[in-house]
């Protein structure tokens, strides 16, 4: 089975703040907290608030679904509230989580996201949650499918975009570093397509880290990222030039998953030899780190980050 998406990665500890699927939203962080508690009024109010902005929408459902007994707590919401499309989707958004660990039955997961994409028809978090669950057990054909129903409903979907990415690095591992994998296409087509100031323009990267997790764990690619020349090669450094480049133009406070772009190229930067330009990244990044790329391939993400720190910053 291939490893789960980010930002599905290993368990975290319960008290380390760093890793954490909710970044840097406090109003997340404390409905998630209160949720655990059985406490759903505030899980309807912050997602209601949340409207159609629809990456900010399945960032805060996803991890909410994340929350220990986040589906019984849904299931509660929804008997008291049957018509309501937002505890229909985290129900689901919860089904899958629990499909992915093992812990509920695949079936009832996707019966789960279909009852919420009727309810909810313009809504594409339903759909990523389906995404979601094919990109570890879905066939190739399903993964397009679902991705195309998510770019229906929202073209920039950051999330969809990075599942992808990450599946189809995933395809063809016997060719090595071939520069004309479809990774490459597929995010180079992708920033191309997007608005200039659009988060995918960092995709090119995320692929590029995606793919080198793929090469890695069949032994193509040398397991110490920054031994590899994955990160050195002309790709590597027209890719990370574009993807800095627009950081510092474009970059966007407001952006729900941005720290999820900034991880990805401060970790290329390091990878690519680039202290200064990584320094820089880290000091956005503060205590905001993520598990994808830290952990790739098969590494210790708390360890790679703080030796990250270390080598950019000059700090423990």
Not at 4 to 30: C, H, Q
Not at 203 to 227: F, K, M
Not at 302 to 308: D, G, L, V
């Amino acid at each position: 089975m291939p490893p789960l998406p980010p930002p599905l990665g290993r368990s975290r500890r319960r008290t380390d703040r760093s890793f954490d699927p909710a970044l840097d939203d406090i109003a997340l962080v404390e409905v998630r907290a209160q949720l655990i508690q059985g406490r759903w009024t505030r899980a309807r109010s912050l997602i209601a608030e949340t409207g159609d902005d629809w990456d900010r929408r399945g960032h805060r459902l996803v991890v909410l679904a994340q929350a220990a007994g986040a589906a019984a707590w849904a299931g509660d919401w929804l008997l008291a509230e049957p018509e309501s499309a937002d505890a229909v989707t985290l129900v689901a958004c919860a089904a899958v989580l629990g499909a992915l660990r093992g812990k509920e039955p695949e079936v009832l997961a996707r019966e789960a996201c279909r009852r919420a994409a009727e309810r909810a028809p313009a809504d594409p978090t339903p759909w990523l949650a389906l995404l979601l669950l094919a990109r570890s057990l879905g066939t190739e054909e399903e993964v397009t499918q679902l991705f195309d129903q998510v770019r229906l409903r929202h073209p920039e979907h950051h999330h969809a975009h990075h599942l992808m990415a990450a599946r189809l690095a995933e395809r063809r591992p016997d060719t090595g570093s071939d520069p004309l994998h479809e990774v490459y296409d597929f995010a180079a087509w992708a920033a191309e397509q997007a608005p200039a100031d659009s988060p995918l323009a960092v995709l090119p990267v995320v692929a590029h880290a995606e793919r080198y997790r793929a090469l890695a764990a069949t032994g193509r690619e040398s397991t110490d990222p920054e031994a590899s020349g994955h990160w050195t090669g002309r790709r590597a450094r027209q890719v990370m030039k574009a993807a800095f480049d627009w950081w510092l133009e474009w970059e966007h406070e407001g952006h729900p998953r941005r720290l999820v772009d900034l991880n990805f190229l401060a970790h290329a930067k390091l990878c690519e030899g680039r202290p200064a330009e990584a320094a820089a990244l880290l000091g956005r990044i503060g205590p905001h780190a993520t598990e994808a790329p830290w952990s790739y391939p098969g590494r210790d993400p708390q360890q790679a980050f703080r030796a990250a720190r270390s080598a950019a910053l000059g700090t423990a």
